[in-house]
């Protein structure tokens, strides 16, 4: 039985990326292959897969996407331009303009994005939500799709905060919305509760999501990277395209002497791929 579900599950996966593949969402292949990415941003297309995760993940034209702590913009300048497109909407979270304690370097990191972002021609209406420690529960049952795109390994380093932010995505969702997860993918077995390296395991994230009341939908291989032995000096960090030579957040300078070789031939981390509806 158990064989067989996986085989289930496996072809499904499958068909959904052939159909993908088939017929096509021409507002995302037009997305992703625009001029508001750049030659970096579309050399890292091989690793990081964009089409075939977002096909896998279920978007779908006019979704309304919120998407968690997008850093520096890689899946934004997809996901914005691909919403403006297909007459969708699409909001990231920012620094919470309500928290008196806010730095002003977080403030100007909001202006900044606000701004990066502000061509309406190319981006949409790029809407900001406040997102932090003691920021308001995300607005209830909101969106259609949400990404949550290596994050969570960053959640787990304070205590409470992955259940409280996994709480208030889940509530943010649509009844039969789509909670779509990217992070690099730890060996199977004992979970590091800070997970210190980066890694997390799926069973881990898996538990985490269902504790919150979202449902696994599927899980693919997409972005597994057999190569990643997961034991690097500094972390997921060490590897592309991070490319750390000292402690992470040790505020060193690099290492001129390190070599680098062996860990850029691994490329980007194992990543899983999961699927989990409201």
């Not at 913009?73 to 304690?101: F, H, K």
């Not at 199977?188 to 979202?214: C, H, M, N, R, W």
């Amino acid at each position: 039985m158990k064989k067989f579900l996986l085989m289930t599950m496996a072809a499904t996966v499958l068909m959904a990326t052939s159909a993908f593949a088939a017929s096509g969402d021409a507002a995302l292949k037009q997305a992703v292959a625009g001029e508001q990415r750049s030659a970096d941003d579309k050399a890292r297309d091989a690793e990081r897969r964009p089409l075939e995760s977002l096909a896998f993940w279920g978007l779908k034209p006019g979704a309304s996407i919120l998407e968690v702590q997008p850093g520096g913009g890689w899946w934004t300048r997809i996901l914005a331009p691909y919403a403006a497109l297909s007459g969708g909407r699409y909001t990231a979270t920012a620094a919470d303009l309500n928290n008196p304690s806010l730095s002003e370097a977080a403030r100007k990191g909001r202006a900044d994005f606000a701004a990066r972002y502000a061509d309406e021609k190319i981006f949409g209406k790029v809407e900001l939500v406040n997102w932090g420690p003691v920021a308001a529960p995300l607005p209830q049952s909101s969106y259609d799709f949400i990404l949550l795109s290596r994050v969570i390994h960053g959640w787990m380093r304070t205590d409470g905060l992955l259940e409280r932010n996994l709480a208030s995505v889940a509530g943010s969702l649509k009844p039969g919305g789509v909670l779509a997860v990217e992070q690099h993918r730890g060996n199977p077995g004992a979970q590091d509760p800070k997970a210190e390296s980066g890694y997390v395991t799926e069973a881990f994230v898996i538990e985490a999501a269902q504790k919150a009341g979202l449902r696994l939908a599927g899980r693919s291989e997409i972005n597994a990277n057999a190569k990643d032995t997961k034991d690097h000096p500094f972390g997921v960090w060490t590897l592309p395209p991070t490319r750390i030579t000292v402690p992470y957040g040790s505020g060193k300078a690099p290492d001129p002497t390190f070599d680098r070789s062996k860990y850029d031939a691994i490329g980007e981390s194992d990543r899983m791929t999961l699927r989990f509806v409201k």
